[in-house]
């Protein structure tokens, strides 16, 4: 599975973001995604993840509230569309996929259960 994130930028605190990650190789249907953030001298960490039907989401309690994590099977992509966007939110975003192994229910959240990573897509947010 190959992955390729995009939509980072830079915004100012308050705005809004969608992150997209175009999923190459598999299903998006097949396994568990999620993503992650690793910011500026911080260990990287789960920020959203999503089942392989769709039905189950999770979320660090960060950004709970303000990002929502979707998936579009048609376009074989993932998003995060992030809201209210905090200084504390800037980090490069990655998007990853685990092997095609878990029910249909399961959403993972550490990083040693993914298998495929995005390039990462930086987020800035100015105060």
């Known amino acids: 599975v190959q992955l390729q994130a995009c939509g980072g930028g830079l915004v100012q605190a308050g705005d809004s973001l969608r992150l997209s990650c175009a999923v190459f190789g598999r299903s998006v249907s097949s396994v568990v995604m999620a993503w992650f953030r690793q910011g500026p001298g911080k260990e990287r960490e789960f920020v959203a993840g999503?089942?392989?039907?769709?039905?189950?989401?999770q979320y660090v309690d960060s950004v709970k509230g303000r990002f929502t994590v979707s998936r579009d099977d048609a376009k074989n992509t993932v998003y995060l569309q992030m809201n209210s966007l905090k200084p504390e939110d800037t980090a490069v975003y990655y998007c990853a996929a685990t092997r095609v192994l878990f029910s249909s229910f399961t959403v993972k959240t550490m990083a040693e259960d993914f298998v495929s990573w995005g390039q990462g897509t930086q987020v800035t947010v100015s105060s």
């Open positions: 999503i089942s392989r039907n769709g039905g189950r989401t």
